[in-house]
């Protein structure tokens, strides 16, 4: 099993071990030039999340039993910011260059018909790729965005988070086999062999991208929603509770009028309303001081008569 990386740990040591986490800290925005500082330290610098980049370095090492632990610390704003940064490097460099250094490594005059078609596969895939990050830029991200900023929002057909990425990695496959089985090579294919083993790197790249969506980002996005819904129970409780300076009932109120009538114990109404039993109880009370009402039987009397109920409706 692969070492987990602390924060006391010294960012030279850990890239140094793996080269691919200079692209992590590109994402984060942490730059060259960190001298002996330990992860922490550099963190605190670039004003990057330590908990979250430690756990973002350490499912790339293969650390991946170790996220479970570590959702809750994760911020998921930092974890947004890397995702962006992820994207761009995907769409603003990766896939240019490798396009350029494709058109340097194969015959794409008019007679060269595979190498025509190899580049308009390319150019596919790219696209595909691209409208799937356009995709998650405009509603995933927007919508997570929400979420950290305390935002309520409704989604239609259920939730966004949505994997992609079975079909970009076989794509990718598909145009690495067009190459080695089918593209007619030369005796010196050193620029296309460098291109292979580019996209054989991008492919791998994207892939961890992928995990880390499914695995890092989605757990952390469900927490932060479950975190809002808590948050919003517990305001409209206290909401709840503070609305009893006015002599008419409050909507609540009246919403536990109804249930009265209907026979609904105290326990009942809690889970049928979302409210705990003690702010229940405070209700009955607080109607029971506005109305002069304090029995059962006269509040289904009250309810009736205020047409909040029909009288076949009431638990007789």
């Not at 890239?15 to 925005?29: C, E, H, K, P, T």
């Not at 089918?182 to 460098?194: G, I, S």
């Not at 995990?211 to 989605?218: L, T």
């Not at 952390?220 to 709840?240: F, G, M, P």
């Given at each position: 099993?692969?070492?987990?990386?602390k924060?006391?740990?010294?960012?030279?040591?850990?890239?140094?071990?793996?080269?691919?986490?200079?692209?992590?800290m590109?994402?984060?925005?942490?730059?060259?030039?960190?001298?002996?500082?330990?992860?922490?330290?550099?963190?605190?610098?670039?004003?990057?999340?330590?908990?979250?980049?430690?756990?973002?370095?350490n499912?790339?090492?293969?650390?991946?039993?170790?996220?479970?632990?570590?959702?809750?610390?994760?911020?998921?704003?930092?974890?947004?910011?890397?995702?962006?940064?992820?994207h761009?490097?995907?769409?603003?460099?990766?896939?240019?260059?490798i396009?350029?250094?494709?058109?340097?490594?194969?015959?794409?005059?008019?007679?060269?018909?595979?190498?025509?078609?190899?580049?308009?596969?390319?150019?596919?895939?790219?696209?595909?790729?691209?409208?799937?990050?356009?995709?998650?830029?405009?509603?995933?991200?927007?919508?997570?965005?929400?979420l950290?900023?305390?935002?309520?929002?409704?989604?239609?057909?259920?939730?966004?988070?949505?994997?992609?990425?079975?079909?970009?990695?076989?794509?990718?496959?598909?145009?690495?086999?067009?190459?080695?089985?089918?593209?007619?090579?030369?005796?010196?294919?050193?620029?296309?062999?460098?291109?292979?083993?580019?996209?054989?790197?991008?492919?791998?790249?994207?892939?961890?991208?992928?995990?880390?969506?499914?695995?890092?980002?989605?757990?952390?996005?469900?927490?932060?929603?479950?975190?809002?819904?808590?948050?919003?129970?517990?305001?409209?409780?206290?909401?709840?509770?503070?609305?009893?300076s006015?002599?008419?009932?409050s909507?609540?109120?009246?919403?536990?009028?109804?249930?009265?009538?209907?026979?609904?114990?105290?326990?009942?109404?809690?889970?049928?309303?979302?409210?705990?039993?003690?702010?229940?109880?405070?209700?009955?009370?607080?109607?029971?001081r506005?109305?002069?009402?304090?029995?059962?039987?006269?509040?289904?009397?009250?309810?009736?008569?205020?047409?909040?109920?029909?009288?076949?409706?009431?638990?007789?």
């Amino acid at each position: 099993m692969s070492s987990i990386y602390k924060g006391s740990d010294k960012l030279s040591y850990v890239i140094a071990n793996d080269y691919r986490l200079l692209q992590v800290m590109s994402r984060f925005g942490i730059s060259l030039g960190f001298g002996e500082k330990t992860i922490t330290e550099v963190c605190r610098q670039c004003n990057v999340d330590s908990d979250t980049f430690l756990a973002v370095i350490n499912y790339i090492n293969g650390s991946s039993s170790s996220i479970q632990t570590r959702i809750d610390t994760i911020s998921v704003s930092s974890l947004l910011s890397y995702l962006k940064g992820s994207h761009r490097y995907f769409l603003n460099y990766l896939f240019p260059n490798i396009r350029f250094h494709l058109l340097n490594a194969i015959d794409c005059s008019v007679k060269n018909e595979i190498a025509f078609l190899v580049l308009k596969f390319y150019d596919a895939f790219v696209e595909e790729v691209s409208k799937h990050m356009e995709f998650e830029e405009s509603k995933v991200y927007t919508y997570v965005q929400h979420l950290i900023d305390g935002e309520s929002i409704v989604i239609e057909g259920g939730h966004l988070l949505s994997r992609h990425n079975e079909a970009i990695n076989l794509k990718l496959k598909e145009l690495k086999n067009l190459f080695m089985q089918y593209y007619p090579q030369k005796e010196n294919n050193d620029r296309l062999n460098a291109v292979i083993i580019s996209i054989y790197q991008c492919e791998e790249d994207l892939d961890l991208h992928c995990q880390i969506e499914d695995n890092i980002f989605a757990p952390a996005v469900h927490r932060l929603e479950h975190q809002n819904r808590q948050r919003k129970v517990a305001q409209e409780e206290v909401d709840d509770e503070v609305s009893v300076s006015g002599e008419s009932l409050s909507e609540r109120e009246k919403e536990i009028v109804i249930c009265v009538a209907k026979g609904m114990a105290n326990k009942e109404i809690a889970d049928h309303l979302c409210l705990s039993v003690n702010t229940v109880t405070t209700h009955r009370r607080n109607i029971a001081r506005k109305l002069q009402i304090h029995s059962s039987a006269g509040i289904t009397i009250y309810a009736i008569v205020n047409k909040l109920v029909t009288l076949s409706e009431v638990n007789m």
